[in-house]
Each structure stands twice: as structure tokens, then as C-alpha cells.
């Protein structure tokens, strides 16, 4: 327990010391955000501001990571998986800022990196870290055995919610707030199930988060970008996989799946009816456009991720007893 604290202290100070002087090294390298032009008005005086903090929280969960765990197999698995699905998004965001627009690198490209990585690190896991193919079902008391699809299942999940974190990151805040609420659900799920690298790991993360908070919380002097978003997204989905909790996930992330969802739900309906669901998607841009105020629509979802969290940690304790 004392290493676990230890780690997410550690990694929320190193975040809050790094900050001022990292975010003065982007500015200087004209490191910016380019706005889309699709987005809410509002949303263009966030032109310029420094992004790519991801690699701060990188840099910050990793110190901790490497000074207070053991570095079991299943941590490294998840750690792999965060810092690679960072360094796909640290190319997507250098493509952006060397072409001075919102769009880097295209889906396909995307996709088949994030591919080549899931493939990689799910061999590793299943091989080495005791990861079977079955998948449990809270409360039921069963397992769903996947078999050889089972890699289908893990791309899925962690590309998913990989993908539905970036939809998430699109006001102050929003995404570094809701992630490190899951995070802390992970961190006594891992605790609990006497897993203590894992627990050191996600708390690391979810540190790292909150000390980003510092920066990143309304008006926001630095976004995660891609690189940022992409990575706590496969760092959710990698506790989930060595932890048998695929299926919790969808829970304890639940504000991750309604973004994602809601930006299904408008393409689908737009596609064959020719109408919008939302004002706009992702759902967060719909509260924007009802005139919910940045910070309402954040701490809102706050709150709404704290319950999700909560009510997966809860079921998961009750499966446990």
C-alpha cells in the first residue's frame, strides 16, 4: 500500500514541477493545437495552445513506475502497450502540427499500427502474463470463452477505448478528469486482487493525470493531444485485459462508451435518415451548443464518470466476496 501511494504522489508532483517548464518548451517550438473548423465557435481562441502534454504524463507515470514496482510481466504488458499507444499518438501529433491542421495521420494508417502493437503485446500477455481467453461476466459468475478470437476481442477493447478517450478529449480537463476517476476504481481493483505492480502502475497513471489537471483544467494552458489521449485509453483497456475485467470496463468507463456511442449514433442516423441526433457529436459538443457552460458540461462529467467508477468498483467487490 505504501508503494502504491508513493508512486501516484510522486507522479502527481513530478507532473505539477514539470509543468510550467515543459509547456514553455512547446510554446518555444511553436508546438500548437490547430482547431477544426467543424468544432463549436467558441473553440477557436484555443488555437495555438501548447499541446502534446501527453509526454508529460508519460514522463511523470513512468518514473514512479520504474522506481516502485517489481516489473511483473502484466505491468510490463500494460506499460508497453500505454507508452507504445503514446508514441502512435505523438506521431499523429507531430503530423498535425508539420501540416499545420487538425487532420494527422489517416484511420488506416492509424488503425494497422494500433494493430501491429495489440497483436505484439496481446502474445505477450497470453504467453507470459497468465491471460487466458475467457473473459468474465460480473455478477453471473461465468466466463465467455473466446478462444482464437480472443485477439479480436482485446484490438477491439483496447482500440476502442483508445479511440473513444480522444473523443473524450475535446474540452479542458474533460479526458485527464475522467480517466484519473477510472484509474483510481483500477487501482483498488489491482489492489485487491494482491496484484501490487498493477496497483503501482495505474495509480502512477492516475497521478500523472491529476498533476496534469494543474494545467490542463479550465482555461486549459496545455492539451494532451493524441499523444496523452491515446495512451490512457490502452492504459484503461491493458488493466482491463490482464485483469480478466473486460466487460467491468464498460462500467467503469462508461462516460468513454457514451462518447463513443454517441458519435455512432449521429454518423448512423445521419447515413440513413439524413437527420442529427445531437447537435453535435461527440455528446459533449451537444451540451456546448445547448449552451452549457465548458466547466458545467466538465465537472458534470466528472461526476457522472465518479458514479460509472464507483458502480463498477462496487460490483467488482461484491464478484470477489
Same mark, same amino acid.
Given at each position: 500500500?505504501?508503494?502504491?501511494?508513493? =508512486?501516484?504522489?510522486?507522479?502527481?508532483?513530478?507532473?505539477?514541477?514539470?509543468?510550467?517548464?515543459?509547456?514553455?518548451?512547446?510554446?518555444?517550438?511553436?508546438?500548437?493545437?490547430?482547431?477544426?473548423?467543424?468544432?463549436?465557435?467558441?473553440?477557436? %481562441?484555443?488555437?495555438?495552445?501548447?499541446?502534446?502534454?501527453?509526454?508529460?504524463?508519460?514522463?511523470? *507515470?513512468?518514473?514512479?513506475?520504474?522506481?516502485?514496482?517489481?516489473?511483473?510481466?502484466?505491468? $510490463?504488458?500494460?506499460?508497453?502497450?500505454?507508452?507504445?499507444? !503514446?508514441?502512435?499518438?505523438?506521431?499523429?501529433?507531430?503530423?498535425?502540427?508539420?501540416?499545420?491542421?487538425?487532420?494527422? $495521420?489517416?484511420?488506416?494508417?492509424?488503425?494497422?499500427?494500433?494493430?501491429?502493437? #495489440?497483436?505484439?503485446?496481446?502474445?505477450?500477455?497470453?504467453?507470459?502474463?497468465?491471460?487466458?481467453?475467457?473473459?468474465?461476466?460480473?455478477?453471473?459468475? #461465468?466466463?465467455?470463452?473466446?478462444?482464437?478470437?480472443?485477439?479480436?476481442?482485446?484490438?477491439? #477493447?483496447?482500440?476502442?477505448?483508445?479511440?473513444?478517450? @480522444?473523443?473524450?478529449?475535446?474540452?479542458?480537463?474533460? *479526458?485527464?478528469?475522467?480517466?484519473?476517476?477510472?484509474?483510481?476504481?483500477?487501482? !483498488?481493483?489491482?489492489?485487491?486482487?494482491?496484484?501490487?505492480?498493477?496497483?503501482?502502475?495505474?495509480?502512477?497513471?492516475?497521478?500523472?493525470?491529476? !498533476?496534469?489537471?494543474?494545467? @490542463?483544467?479550465?482555461? =486549459?494552458? #496545455?492539451?494532451?493531444?493524441?499523444?496523452?489521449?491515446?495512451?490512457?485509453? *490502452?492504459?484503461?483497456?491493458?488493466? =482491463?485485459?490482464?485483469?480478466?475485467? %473486460?466487460?467491468?470496463?464498460?462500467?467503469?468507463?462508461?462516460?468513454?462508451?457514451?462518447?463513443?456511442?454517441?458519435?455512432?449514433?449521429?454518423?448512423?442516423?445521419?447515413?440513413?435518415? !439524413?437527420?442529427?441526433?445531437?447537435?453535435? *457529436?461527440?455528446?459533449?459538443?451537444?451540451? %456546448?451548443?445547448? @449552451?452549457?457552460?465548458?466547466?458545467?458540461?466538465?465537472?458534470?462529467?466528472?461526476?457522472?464518470? =465518479?458514479?460509472?467508477?464507483?458502480?463498477?468498483?462496487?460490483?467488482?467487490?461484491?464478484?470477489?466476496?
Amino acid at each position: 500500500m505504501t508503494r502504491i501511494l508513493a =508512486a501516484g504522489l510522486l507522479a502527481m508532483v513530478l507532473a505539477v514541477v514539470a509543468g510550467p517548464r515543459f509547456i514553455e518548451w512547446l510554446r518555444s517550438r511553436g508546438i500548437g493545437q490547430n482547431i477544426r473548423e467543424v468544432g463549436p465557435e467558441r473553440h477557436s %481562441e484555443k488555437q495555438g495552445t501548447p499541446t502534446m502534454g501527453g509526454l508529460l504524463i508519460l514522463v511523470a *507515470a513512468t518514473i514512479p513506475y520504474l522506481v516502485f514496482a517489481n516489473k511483473t510481466v502484466p505491468s $510490463l504488458v500494460v506499460f508497453v502497450l500505454t507508452v507504445g499507444s !503514446g508514441a502512435i499518438g505523438l506521431m499523429d501529433d507531430l503530423a498535425k502540427v508539420s501540416r499545420k491542421r487538425s487532420l494527422g $495521420l489517416n484511420g488506416r494508417t492509424k488503425m494497422l499500427l494500433q494493430l501491429v502493437l #495489440v497483436l505484439l503485446v496481446g502474445w505477450v500477455a497470453i504467453r507470459f502474463a497468465g491471460v487466458d481467453s475467457d473473459v468474465d461476466v460480473p455478477l453471473l459468475g #461465468v466466463s465467455i470463452p473466446f478462444g482464437g478470437v480472443y485477439f479480436l476481442v482485446v484490438f477491439l #477493447v483496447i482500440s476502442g477505448f483508445s479511440n473513444a478517450v @480522444n473523443l473524450t478529449d475535446g474540452l479542458d480537463g474533460l *479526458a485527464a478528469g475522467t480517466v484519473a476517476t477510472c484509474l483510481l476504481a483500477y487501482t !483498488g481493483i489491482t489492489f485487491l486482487r494482491h496484484e501490487p505492480d498493477l496497483a503501482i502502475l495505474s495509480a502512477s497513471i492516475m497521478g500523472a493525470c491529476v !498533476g496534469f489537471l494543474w494545467y @490542463n483544467s479550465f482555461p =486549459a494552458e #496545455v492539451f494532451m493531444g493524441d499523444t496523452g489521449s491515446l495512451a490512457l485509453g *490502452a492504459a484503461l483497456a491493458g488493466l =482491463a485485459v490482464v485483469t480478466g475485467t %473486460e466487460l467491468l470496463l464498460v462500467i467503469i468507463g462508461g462516460i468513454f462508451v457514451v462518447e463513443a456511442l454517441s458519435v455512432i449514433i449521429q454518423v448512423v442516423s445521419f447515413r440513413t435518415f !439524413g437527420r442529427r441526433v445531437f447537435l453535435m *457529436a461527440p455528446i459533449h459538443h451537444h451540451f %456546448e451548443l445547448r @449552451n452549457w457552460s465548458e466547466t458545467k458540461i466538465i465537472v458534470r462529467f466528472w461526476i457522472v464518470t =465518479a458514479i460509472f467508477a464507483a458502480a463498477g468498483f462496487t460490483i467488482f467487490y461484491v464478484d470477489l466476496r
